[in-house]
């Protein structure tokens, strides 16, 4: 019948919020930066408790919080495996002929959910774009920037409007006025940046039609699989394409970054949402456990040589239920690459 019943669920939570909650939300989109330090110290701490006093620590000590607190969030097992390491940005490399004079130029926006659960993802993603010769301007200034989905899918529009408008505006600047293309790690991330214009004053929409928003499946689909020699191809991979794949239309490049890197990519028969949607396995875990039972089941019929998806979160909540380690599709390309 032609619902978007996402829109619909948003609609009823934006209509469901008190004007206290909608200020509160704006306060915190305000102050994201302090949310993003907060939840690192968070996850260190948890995964320091669990380190003195074994692994199901920090699972027992959470459940005990939310039995007094019921929106208080449930530790899962997949933070421990979250490390964080100090970036070295690579210096880009020197042309190796007069046609790469001008090297290609890309904004990377590591999402605000790669830069608070580990920063591997951003570490890998400079490895391809070095190994593609590329140069990639990471912005200085890029802590407290979000795309503005936390708020979004929760209803608090004036939140994610002032986000929204926020990270318009730096990029407009980053981009040099919309020049260079901006790549994003998180699929779902991209997905709402590029929903995001009716969001937008109209200043920031007529700059919004000036930029280019790439995912990291289009970033290593028409740019890095063309400049990358593949010299490791695996024998067989599967991949989880989140939901926002789907929206995008972005299953033919997956298949052809699967093609080139592996002679066998698999993507399950019965592969849907995972029902993770950024948190929920942080407060209900029997819905991502329900949502994620069919294709984890038959993923576990076979054995691979890496499982791969495109969201931080998506990743997290199939690692959990296959028993393996889902890992960033940009893992993927630098493995079989030189």
């Given at each position: 019948v032609d619902i978007n019943t996402g829109e619909l669920v948003?609609?009823?939570?934006?209509?469901?919020?008190?004007?206290?909650?909608?200020?509160?939300?704006?306060?915190?989109?305000?102050?994201?930066?302090?949310?993003?330090?907060?939840?690192?110290?968070?996850?260190?701490?948890?995964?320091?408790?669990?380190?003195?006093?074994?692994k199901k620590a920090m699972k027992t000590l959470t459940s005990s919080l939310r039995s007094i607190y019921s929106?208080?969030?449930?530790?899962?097992?997949?933070?421990?495996?979250?490390?964080?390491?100090?970036?070295?940005?690579?210096?880009?490399?020197?042309?190796?002929?007069?046609?790469?004079?001008?090297?290609?130029?890309?904004?990377?926006?590591?999402?605000c959910i790669s830069r608070m659960m580990g920063k591997d993802t951003l570490s890998t993603f400079l490895s391809v774009a070095h190994k593609a010769r590329f140069?990639?301007?990471?912005?200085n200034d890029i802590q407290g920037h979000c795309c503005g989905q936390a708020f979004s899918s929760k209803g608090f529009a004036e939140a994610y409007q002032f986000t929204a408008n926020k990270t318009i505006e730096s990029l407009w600047k980053w981009t040099k006025q919309g020049e260079l293309p901006v790549v994003l790690d998180v699929t779902s991330c991209t997905h709402t940046l590029q929903q995001s214009k009716n969001y937008l004053t109209e200043e920031n929409k007529v700059k919004f039609d000036k930029m280019k928003f790439l995912d990291?499946?289009?970033?290593?689909?028409?740019?890095?699989?063309?400049?990358?020699?593949?010299?490791?191809?695996?024998?067989?991979?599967?991949?989880?394409?989140?939901?926002?794949?789907?929206?995008?239309?972005?299953?033919?490049?997956?298949?052809?970054?699967?093609?080139?890197?592996?002679?066998?990519?698999?993507i399950p028969q019965f592969a849907g949402c995972c029902g993770m949607a950024g948190d929920r396995s942080f407060f209900v875990p029997e819905l991502t456990k329900s949502a994620t039972k069919t294709e984890a089941a038959e993923v576990k019929l076979s054995d691979y040589q890496g499982y791969y998806s495109s969201a931080k979160t998506c990743e997290m909540a199939m690692s959990e239920a296959v028993g393996k380690n889902y890992v960033s599709i940009?893992?993927?390309?630098?493995?079989?690459s030189e």
């Open positions: 948003k609609r009823l939570r934006r209509e469901n919020h008190s004007p206290t909650s909608q200020k509160n939300a704006l306060r915190i989109a305000k102050n994201f930066h302090l949310i993003e330090n907060m939840a690192i110290g968070g996850i260190k701490i948890g995964k320091a408790v669990n380190t003195l006093f074994g929106e208080f969030p449930l530790w899962n097992g997949q933070l421990d495996r979250v490390e964080y390491q100090k970036i070295k940005y690579p210096t880009p490399p020197a042309p190796q002929s007069n046609s790469e004079s001008h090297l290609t130029n890309f904004v990377y926006f590591p999402t140069n990639i301007l990471i912005p990291s499946i289009d970033f290593i689909a028409d740019y890095v699989l063309e400049r990358i020699p593949i010299q490791k191809q695996k024998e067989r991979i599967v991949f989880h394409p989140v939901c926002s794949v789907y929206k995008m239309n972005l299953m033919k490049k997956l298949e052809k970054i699967g093609n080139a890197c592996a002679k066998n990519a698999v940009l893992n993927l390309i630098d493995e079989v």
